[in-house]
């Protein structure tokens, strides 16, 4: 909250405060929504406090601090504000709070800082994410207001403290890599390195979403001298009656770093590494029709509406996604079949994509390639199919009441050189499109979770033919 001083009339002016050589000026938003010549009256009051005819009298700031970012919703008694503040011979910092990100920028003499608000039971986890500067504590209630400089010199380098604070710990953070995972490969190599200019000693362990996982070899911690590198090879084991997607690996990396007050100020890393889809190529018996009926496929096939599979939420694709759907992939007489049976509760609404990457191999972007091969049905249950062997492919769709199944055959001449490959990448979406004119996405969600489905395979899921259909196929 923002004290609402008055003046003579009643009219809301703000409050303003002298503490040593500095100047605070706290305005709420009442006195921008009211007459706004006593606020002007106030601003520049308290933009002389700092400076006089003959340029400023003492080294003091002034520092305006606002309950919202009012340029945005009084926009032109903002301006008159802000011009009485360029006026002042030094510069002035400006404070809002009401938003929900930490940004910080300059116009002109006036450097502008946008903080969200902190109760004191987050304020540890909010410095840990490098989003709260530290530069200025107060308690504003019924009893009064009273505020603590904790270093006023923080005041006037709000450049400083992005960088030194914020962008320092969101390096550490991004500054891991780790291999991808799947299924049949679920080992993954990990490297962290240590971004910042002192020695930092960090705790480690896995974690997972589901029960029953866990990592070897098992470590408990690790210290890093600035530049050095952490890395070592990892193996998952999980329950396999779960992909290894839906258990969302982690390494919890936890360390302490120093803020620009010498303080100690807690960071946790995740590393997340990518885990790819996949498994064994189904052998189906002949004569396996193309029809949609889904009365050869003896498996279960593999999940697509996990939230990890999610790529973007705008009401209708959370935990309880409004479409579903489960990818099987079978070979029968030399030929590549996949089946996506859809559940969703607007099929007008939906679009499925099963993507293909004809090379095979392990994967790599499209750049400078005709790209992958796309079977897709719209809205109106229309198939459409696009990319390099595209003719030779035979595909249905068989509608449901509450969605249908897309079915469809690669025979060797789809693939490059004409031969299936032993490892086959496989991608599907399922876009729900929002109820708006510009027909944006509502929610995607994308088997590999990747998202880049028509720009690389690397995180394709990745099918292995069994050796029987490869030695029939004379592999």
Same mark, same amino acid.
């Given at each position: 909250?923002?004290?609402?001083?008055?003046?003579?009339?009643?009219?809301?002016?703000?409050?303003?405060?002298?503490?040593?050589?500095?100047?605070?000026?706290?305005?709420?938003?009442?006195?921008?929504?009211?007459?706004?010549?006593?606020?002007?009256?106030?601003?520049?009051?308290?933009?002389?406090?700092?400076?006089?005819?003959?340029?400023?009298?003492?080294?003091?700031?002034?520092?305006?601090?606002?309950?919202?970012?009012?340029?945005?919703?009084?926009?032109?008694?903002?301006?008159?504000?802000?011009?009485?503040?360029?006026?002042?011979?030094?510069?002035?910092?400006?404070?809002?709070?009401?938003?929900?990100?930490?940004?910080?920028?300059?116009?002109?003499?006036?450097?502008?800082?946008?903080?969200?608000?902190?109760?004191?039971?987050?304020?540890?986890?909010?410095?840990?994410?490098?989003?709260?500067?530290?530069?200025?504590?107060?308690?504003?209630?019924?009893?009064?207001?009273?505020?603590?400089?904790?270093?006023?010199?923080?005041?006037?380098?709000?450049?400083?403290?992005?960088?030194?604070?914020?962008?320092?710990?969101?390096?550490?953070?991004?500054?891991?890599?780790?291999?991808?995972?799947?299924?049949?490969?679920?080992?993954?190599?990990?490297?962290?390195?240590?971004?910042?200019?002192?020695?930092?000693?960090?705790?480690?362990?896995?974690?997972?979403?589901?029960?029953?996982?866990?990592?070897?070899?098992?470590?408990?911690?690790?210290?890093?001298?600035?530049?050095?590198?952490?890395?070592?090879?990892?193996?998952?084991?999980?329950?396999?009656?779960?992909?290894?997607?839906?258990?969302?690996?982690?390494?919890?990396?936890?360390?302490?770093?120093?803020?620009?007050?010498?303080?100690?100020?807690?960071?946790?890393?995740?590393?997340?590494?990518?885990?790819?889809?996949?498994?064994?190529?189904?052998?189906?018996?002949?004569?396996?029709?193309?029809?949609?009926?889904?009365?050869?496929?003896?498996?279960?096939?593999?999940?697509?509406?996990?939230?990890?599979?999610?790529?973007?939420?705008?009401?209708?694709?959370?935990?309880?996604?409004?479409?579903?759907?489960?990818?099987?992939?079978?070979?029968?007489?030399?030929?590549?079949?996949?089946?996506?049976?859809?559940?969703?509760?607007?099929?007008?609404?939906?679009?499925?994509?099963?993507?293909?990457?004809?090379?095979?191999?392990?994967? @790599? !972007? %499209?750049? *400078?390639?005709?790209? $992958?091969? =796309? &079977?897709?049905? /719209?809205?109106?249950?229309? #198939?459409?199919?696009?990319?390099?062997?595209?003719?030779?492919?035979?595909?249905?769709?068989?509608?449901?009441?509450?969605?249908?199944?897309?079915?469809?055959?690669?025979?060797? @001449? !789809? %693939?490059? *050189?004409?031969?299936? $490959?032993? =490892? &086959?990448?496989? /991608?599907?979406?399922?876009? #729900?499109?929002?109820?708006?004119?510009?027909?944006?996405?509502?929610?995607?969600?994308?088997?590999?979770?990747?998202?880049?489905?028509?720009?690389?395979?690397?995180?394709?899921?990745?099918?292995?033919?069994?050796?029987?259909?490869?030695?029939?196929?004379?592999?």
């Amino acid at each position: 909250t923002m004290p609402e001083g008055t003046d003579a009339s009643g009219h809301p002016v703000g409050t303003r405060l002298e503490l040593g050589e500095h100047t605070f000026l706290f305005l709420p938003q009442p006195a921008f929504e009211a007459h706004p010549e006593p606020l002007l009256g106030a601003v520049r009051e308290a933009a002389r406090s700092g400076s006089g005819p003959g340029g400023p009298r003492r080294s003091g700031r002034l520092a305006v601090f606002l309950d919202g970012p009012v340029w945005d919703r009084q926009p032109r008694v903002w301006s008159r504000v802000a011009e009485v503040l360029r006026k002042r011979g030094e510069s002035v910092l400006v404070v809002a709070g009401g938003t929900d990100r930490f940004s910080c920028w300059r116009d002109g003499k006036i450097e502008m800082v946008c903080v969200s608000a902190v109760g004191r039971e987050r304020a540890s986890d909010v410095a840990a994410d490098g989003l709260f500067p530290g530069f200025l504590w107060g308690l504003l209630d019924r009893d009064g207001m009273r505020v603590r400089v904790v270093d006023a010199t923080a005041l006037v380098v709000p450049d400083t403290l992005s960088r030194s604070l914020q962008q320092e710990r969101m390096a550490l953070r991004s500054t891991w890599t780790a291999t991808p995972l799947s299924d049949a490969e679920s080992s993954t190599s990990v490297v962290v390195r240590n971004p910042t200019g002192g020695p930092l000693v960090f705790q480690a362990a896995w974690a997972f979403e589901v029960t029953g996982c866990r990592a070897e070899p098992e470590i408990l911690g690790f210290r890093l001298d600035p530049g050095q590198e952490f890395a070592q090879r990892f193996r998952l084991q999980h329950d396999a009656r779960v992909p290894l997607k839906f258990c969302r690996p982690r390494l919890l990396l936890d360390t302490v770093c120093a803020d620009g007050l010498g303080r100690e100020v807690p960071v946790r890393i995740s590393v997340a590494p990518h885990v790819r889809m996949g498994g064994r190529i189904l052998p189906l018996r002949p004569p396996a029709q193309v029809d949609g009926l889904l009365s050869e496929w003896t498996d279960a096939g593999l999940e697509l509406g996990h939230p990890s599979q999610v790529l973007t939420d705008a009401g209708r694709v959370g935990s309880s996604p409004p479409c579903s759907a489960r990818l099987h992939i079978g070979e029968v007489d030399n030929e590549l079949r996949l089946a996506l049976a859809c559940r969703c509760d607007d099929r007008e609404q939906t679009v499925l994509a099963v993507y293909l990457d004809p090379r095979g191999g392990e994967g @790599s !972007a %499209f750049e *400078g390639t005709p790209g $992958p091969l =796309v &079977v897709s049905v /719209d809205g109106l249950g229309r #198939v459409h199919t696009e990319g390099p062997g595209c003719a030779a492919l035979r595909c249905v769709w068989q509608s449901l009441p509450q969605g249908g199944v897309l079915e469809a055959a690669a025979p060797p @001449s !789809a %693939f490059a *050189g004409g031969v299936m $490959p032993e =490892v &086959v990448l496989i /991608d599907a979406t399922l876009t #729900v499109r929002g109820g708006d004119a510009a027909g944006q996405p509502a929610g995607v969600l994308c088997f590999s979770g990747d998202g880049r489905s028509r720009e690389s395979s690397a995180l394709y899921a990745a099918f292995v033919r069994s050796s029987d259909a490869a030695d029939a196929s004379g592999r």
